[in-house]
């Protein structure tokens, strides 16, 4: 089992910025790609970024591209989604999910454990 919990959600005008973490409880922590999902009203869930199990590999939606970086501690068991220059189509429930496996994933239906969610929004 791994349980995820994120912080750092909050209200930040456009232009502005915003660190994500995620922090996850578990033994196998670094054997999983980690993820960052987010769900704005009446929208589906949408890929936001992916690490692999190791760091070394990242993929990102073009959405977000050259704004926002993930990044994992595997020490603290921790994953970061620093995001800057923030637009107002940023505003969304932002979600961390653990992957089945070590490669980074971008579907959903690849990911096992999710946490509650952080709320970001942006005002223009």
């Known amino acids: 089992q791994v349980q995820l919990v994120e912080s750092g959600g909050g209200l930040v005008q456009a232009g502005g910025s915003l660190r994500l973490s995620c922090a996850a409880s578990g033994r196998t922590f670094g054997s999983t790609a980690m993820g960052w999902f987010r769900q704005a009203p009446g929208k589906e869930r949408e890929f936001v970024a992916s690490i692999s199990c190791g760091g070394g590999s990242t993929v990102y939606a073009d959405s977000v591209k050259g704004r926002f970086t993930i990044s994992r501690d595997n020490a603290k068991n921790t994953v970061y989604l620093p995001m800057n220059s923030l637009k107002p189509e940023d505003t969304a429930v932002y979600y961390c999910?653990?992957?089945?496996?070590?490669?980074?994933?971008?579907?959903?239906?690849?990911?096992?454990?999710w946490g509650q969610g952080t709320q970001v929004t942006v005002s223009s």
């Open positions: 999910a653990a992957a089945r496996w070590c490669a980074r994933a971008t579907q959903w239906n690849q990911y096992d454990y």
